[in-house]
């Protein structure tokens, strides 16, 4: 078993940045053996995915956030980061930290909340 635990949500005016941070607790179970990603989920809207790197170092985005988001990794920490930067009211969501496939493991989530 493994617990994700986000951090560095919150609010912050159009065009600011966020550091998200996601730390993985456990004695079996570590970020370098698996793929992490970032999924987020609107009011009224399904949770849809932002960012996800993979064991190799590759990495993926949405089209709504690439250049402007970046997901990286500390292995020896265990810990996934999400950058986001320019951020837009539309990024505003609930962003959820996963590790593994399906049906893997979920956070409890972070607010952003991007004023305008």
């Known amino acids: 078993q493994v617990q994700l635990v986000e951090s560095g949500g919150g609010l912050v005016q159009a065009g600011g940045s966020l550091r998200l941070s996601c730390a993985a607790a456990?004695?079996?179970?570590?970020?370098?053996?698996?793929?992490m990603a970032w999924y987020r989920q609107a009011p009224g809207k399904q949770r849809e995915l932002v960012a996800v790197?993979?064991?190799?170092?590759?990495?993926n985005y949405a089209d709504s956030v690439k250049g402007r988001f970046a997901i990286s990794r500390d292995n020896p920490k265990n810990t996934v980061f999400l950058q986001m930067n320019s951020l837009k009211p539309e990024d505003t969501a609930v962003y959820y930290c996963?590790?593994?496939?399906?049906?893997?493991?979920w956070g409890q989530g972070t607010q952003v909340t991007v004023s305008s």
């Open positions: 996963h590790l593994g496939g399906r049906p893997g493991y």
């Open positions: 456990s004695r079996t179970i570590f970020i370098s053996d698996n793929t």
């Open positions: 790197t993979t064991t190799t170092g590759s990495t």
